[in-house]
Each structure stands twice: as C-alpha cells, then as structure tokens.
C-alpha cells in the first residue's frame, strides 16, 4: 500500500494533477515509509534496552522531517523550513507525548503511568539550553543591540555547542542502557529484511519529502492556509508520523519506559541535533537558517520546556496531565491558524 501511495505521489508530482492532490498524496507516502521505518526499527532494536532502540526509532523516524526542510531550504522556502523544526518540537513535545501519557495511564492498573527519570530529565535540560540560545538571540534581534548584526555568526557557534553537548549527553545515555528483556517479542522478520527496508524507506522519504515540499505551498494557498500554521500543524504532524504511531502502541502495551524513550529521544533530537545541524548545512544555500524565531515562538519553545521538566521529571505522569499537553499544542496551533 505504501508502495502504491509513493508512485501515486511520483506521478502527481511529475504530472499535471492539482497541488492539493500532490499534497495529500505526499503525506500519505510519507506517514507510509515512516510506518516502514518503525516497523523495521522495531526489529533491528529486538535487543537493545530502551535507550539504544530509542535512538534508532527516532534517528530514522526523524528522516523525513530532515529532507522536508532541507528541500525548503533549498526552494527559499525559509519561514516552511523554521515552522517546520518547531511543529516536529512542538507536535512531540506536547501532542505526541500528551496522547502517549494519556495511553499510558489508561494500560496501567492504578491510571499512573511510570517510566525511568533520567530521559526526562535530560531532555528538559537540552530543551533549556536550546531555548536559552534561541531567546537571547531573539532579545538582541528585538533589541537591535550591537550583537544582533552577527546573528549567523551566534547561530553558527550556537549550532556547534548543541552538537557537542548532545554528543556527551547521547554516549552517556547509550552506555547506561539496560538490556531489553528476553520475553519480549517484535516483528517476526530477519535482520537482513529489516535493513533492507529502512534503506527503502530512507530513499523513499528523501524523493517523496521533495515532492512533499514542492506540493505544499500551492496546496496551503488553495485551501487558505497560512504558512505558519502548514510548517507548525500539518508538517509537524505528518513529518512525525513514526513518534505518532509507535509511542502511543508501545503506551497501549504498557511498555511504558520504551514508549517514553522513543518520544522523548525524538525531542532530544530534533531540539539539540536536528535544528543546530541544519543550520550549518544552511551556510551550503542561499537561503540560511539561524536561531532567530518569532517572539511568540520563542516564548512558546520556552514553556514547553519548562512544562516537560515540570510533568515528567519525576519519572510518572497521570491523565489530567497528558490532556494538558495537548491542550498546550492545541493553543500552539491555534495561535499558528491566525499567523
């Protein structure tokens, strides 16, 4: 099926269908290849503990999203590309784990939903430092002080601490890694098949986000959709679509400590990895990225932080705070309609 969804997508691209057709064919191929790659990833982390299979879900979850705002970036598409990094933050940060602790809850006997403190924790901490880069970049952008002129040169430097700090965090992280126990079972395919389908699903995601992209702008101008609200809500979603699935099934069968690694990993990595990375791929296009957000987006990175730190670093979560979570994205995007 997601075969048949990809060269559906292939054609309309390359054709003369309508751009909303092409959209909504590209999204489908991509939640697709994403569905593959979890799929895949589940097999290849069979025995590995939480850490290591979290990594490797959300790595490899997390293409998709990596070649749609690189082709933004490539087409000049740059409020598409910075709206895009924050809804892939905004839409797991908040939606994606509210769902997940609100399953969670509903798989455990006493409606607590209880997992290992040390991820959670982590990732408010690489949230912060994030936000605290983007937020003093936007006081001296708001400011106009004499730092603001050299806001490449801040991000750029900026971009390279992320990446040093994440690359000690994640060493720390993998070698703490227990080993996932011998009782339990993934899908039923051999090794071999398994790589073989994530280097499908790799080149898959990287030709259909192409078209995904190309599609996007007529498609969101045909409906009336503003930008901000395509990069916040429809990429942040469609471009997370392994995190949507795999996190809330794991909850669903109260493995919980492997459902809270693969949403939140995926977090971790788009805030600390992801974004510093595809700043400095930026300095290769005429269009470059930076850290410099809108003063409502800013605000927005900013709490989101302080209300995972707030919900989850004390390793259980209960229902009424999953709703919160979404109800936070909820508003996000809300705000994101009216941009």
């Known amino acids: 099926m997601t075969a ?186 051999s090794m071999r098949l398994a790589l073989a389908l994530l280097a499908v699903a790799g080149v898959g995601a990287a030709f259909v986000s192409d078209w995904f992209v190309s599609a996007l702008t007529p498609a969101m101008e045909q409906i009336g959709v503003s930008k901000a609200f395509a990069g916040i809500v429809v990429v942040g979603i469609a471009g997370n679509a392994v995190e949507n699935t795999t996190g809330i099934v794991l909850a669903l069968k109260g493995e919980a400590d492997l459902a809270i690694s693969v949403v939140k990993n995926s977090v971790a990595q788009i805030t600390a990895f992801l974004f510093p990375a595809l700043v400095l791929v930026s300095l290769l296009f005429s269009t470059q990225l930076t850290f410099n957000l809108g003063p409502v987006y800013i605000g927005a990175l900013a709490l989101t932080a302080i209300a995972l730190w707030q919900i989850t670093a004390d390793g259980e979560a209960t229902r009424f705070e999953g709703v919160a979570l979404v109800a936070f994205y909820v508003i996000v995007a809300v705000l994101a309609w009216y941009e």
């Not at 092409?22 to 982390?45: C, H, K, Q």
């Not at 936000?131 to 801040?154: M, P, R």
């Open 4 to 189: 048949a969804f990809t060269v559906a997508a292939g054609v309309a691209h390359f054709s003369d269908a309508s751009a909303l057709l092409a959209f909504g064919l590209a999204t489908v191929a991509l939640a697709g290849l994403a569905w593959i790659v979890s799929f895949a990833t589940e097999r290849i982390g069979q025995q590995y503990g939480p850490a290591v299979t979290g990594v490797l879900q959300s790595t490899l979850g997390n293409l998709p999203e990596f070649f749609i705002v690189l082709f933004a970036l490539s087409a000049g598409e740059l409020v598409v590309a910075k709206t895009s990094i924050l809804g892939s933050i905004f839409a797991n940060a908040l939606l994606v784990l509210g769902i997940v602790i609100v399953a969670g809850c509903h798989a455990s006997a006493d409606g607590v939903m209880r997992f290992q403190t040390r991820l959670p924790k982590d990732n408010a901490v690489l949230m912060l430092l994030a936000s605290f880069l983007i937020v003093l970049i936007g006081l001296s952008a708001a400011t106009e002080d004499q730092a603001s002129s050299h806001i490449k040169a801040i991000s750029v430097v900026g971009a390279v601490a992320l990446l040093v700090t994440y690359a000690v965090w994640l060493y720390d992280y993998l070698r703490s890694d227990m080993p996932r126990e011998a009782g339990e079972v993934g899908p039923r395919i």
